[in-house]
């Protein structure tokens, strides 16, 4: 059954307009802490505004100034015991128990939490249903008759369509503001008749078309930047790799696109795209992202913008078709191991560490690569950037890894790292005998496949 990422769990509070602020009134029944706290939401993250003490019958409130923004509020009353709420200027009235929160709420004033309270209770109801059938089917053998009737049922909830119910409450109440948010969430409605494939392209193409960019207040709540999320990484799953950085980038400029109506939700989602993107493996898209739009973004943050200058030409020193800086190994035999000067007609530069969990789990499937091809003019170069020999030493002992090994044992400030302007490792790249780059691979993957096309292009 499909999970929609609206709200963990939902609760209302009274809210009340006290000499120019709000007062978020609650009563939580057998409350058995002393302290509440407070967190608005920016995006899919909260910060902490407001804290409260709470009286022995469960009543709490919090104090919001008057130009409080409307939007979802999480509440945290214990370890793991949180609640999003909406907030929007309206009375609102709300009693529920700390043994249920949500089963429990009673929304005595407030249509848009009513509405919410309806949607969300509808949801727990399927997921509980579904929960309890599962158990069941565990109980009972394939071959008995009930066990056929407990999996239709479960097939039955799986199939129910949670988007209708949404869409439901939107027309019934479509200029509400629970209705803005539950519109946010809504996925396209795809046409019938299309292929998979085609069903896929469609939804990348339409992904937006619920989202009203024009409104600021979706900023403050989860939809919003959890759509853009799930926008990136639905094109990662639809592309192969080779491909999906260049689907990426069209997927940007589609977004900002639709995005430049609001200059205030332009910015911010253009900050959480270059906060994740920075970190991804993803180079060729962060140096898009970084040139046509980061940069302009912050042309009035000087010491952003040289950051951004500085990644962007290190993106730029190891992009396909530049020449790779060339490396001199001062190897324990006394005689030097030159880049230029290894006859291979593929070498692969690889920079990793025995402290990167993602290195030690790649380096196997790259060694066995590695043995296909070693003999046919592949050669790999790994450069560590450790700072222990010893835990060095002893990864290369034990994973048989006798290509060429070195480390300058300097960690980050290794001075080939920096020539190569390596941010993240692991990092490949694959480049011809005259060191012209060819590859980045991101992926062991990758690598084989490149290599397949390269030593077939030779043998022809």
Not at 27 to 55: C, I, W
Not at 78 to 106: C, M, Q
Not at 129 to 136: D, F, G, P, S, W
Not at 289 to 304: I, S, V
Request: aromatic share 12%; glycine share 4%; proline share 5%.
């Amino acid at each position: 059954m499909k999970r929609t990422g609206l709200f963990v769990v939902l609760l209302v509070a009274a809210v009340f307009s006290v000499a120019g602020q709000y007062s978020i009134r609650i009563q939580v029944d057998s409350m058995p802490n002393r302290k509440a706290f407070l967190f608005e939401y920016m995006g899919v993250n909260t910060h902490l505004v407001d804290s409260a003490r709470v009286e022995s019958d469960g009543r709490f409130q919090f104090m919001l100034p008057a130009h409080a923004h409307p939007g979802m509020y999480r509440i945290v009353v214990g370890p793991n015991n949180f609640w999003d709420i909406l907030f929007n200027r309206e009375p609102v009235e709300l009693r529920t128990h700390y043994a249920a929160l949500v089963d429990s709420i009673k929304v005595i004033r407030s249509v848009d939490n009513q509405l919410l309270t309806e949607y969300m209770q509808f949801f727990m109801t399927l997921n509980r249903k579904a929960e309890a059938l599962r158990q069941l089917l565990s109980l009972y053998p394939a071959s008995d008759p009930f066990h056929r009737q407990l999996r239709a049922e479960l097939q039955r909830i799986n199939q129910t369509d949670q988007d209708a119910k949404s869409r439901e409450i939107i027309a019934r109440n479509p200029g509400s503001y629970a209705a803005r948010f539950l519109k946010a969430e809504l996925p396209p409605a795809i046409p019938a008749g299309l292929s998979p494939e085609e069903e896929l392209n469609y939804v990348l193409d339409h992904f937006f078309e619920n989202i009203d960019f024009r409104d600021t207040a979706l900023l403050y709540s989860p939809p919003l930047i959890g759509k853009v999320r799930s926008f990136f990484s639905l094109i990662q799953q639809a592309h192969p790799a080779t491909e999906v950085e260049e689907a990426m980038k069209r997927g940007l400029d589609r977004l900002m696109s639709a995005a430049v109506a609001n200059d205030v939700i332009f910015q911010y989602i253009l900050e959480d795209i270059s906060k994740w993107a920075e970190r991804s493996e993803y180079e060729d898209f962060f140096a898009y992202l970084t040139e046509f739009y980061l940069t302009g973004a912050a042309c009035k943050d000087e010491q952003r913008a040289g950051e951004l200058e500085e990644i962007l030409e290190s993106i730029r020193k190891t992009a396909v078709g530049a020449k790779a800086p060339e490396i001199i190994l001062p190897m324990d035999s006394g005689i030097p191991v030159i880049l230029s000067d290894i006859p291979a007609r593929y070498k692969l530069v690889l920079f990793w560490a025995t402290w990167c969990p993602h290195c030690t789990q790649m380096l196997p499937e790259i060694w066995r690569i590695y043995q296909t091809y070693r003999f046919s003019g592949f050669e790999v170069v790994a450069v560590s950037l450790d700072q222990v020999k010893s835990d060095w030493q002893k990864a290369i002992t034990n994973g048989g890894y006798d290509w060429i090994n070195y480390s300058e044992l300097k960690g980050w400030d290794c001075s080939i790292a920096h020539d190569y302007g390596i941010r993240a490792t692991p990092t490949m790249i694959l480049i011809s005998r005259d060191r012209t780059i060819l590859a980045k691979p991101r992926n062991p993957q990758m690598l084989d496949q490149k290599l397949k096309e390269l030593f077939q292009t030779t043998v022809r």
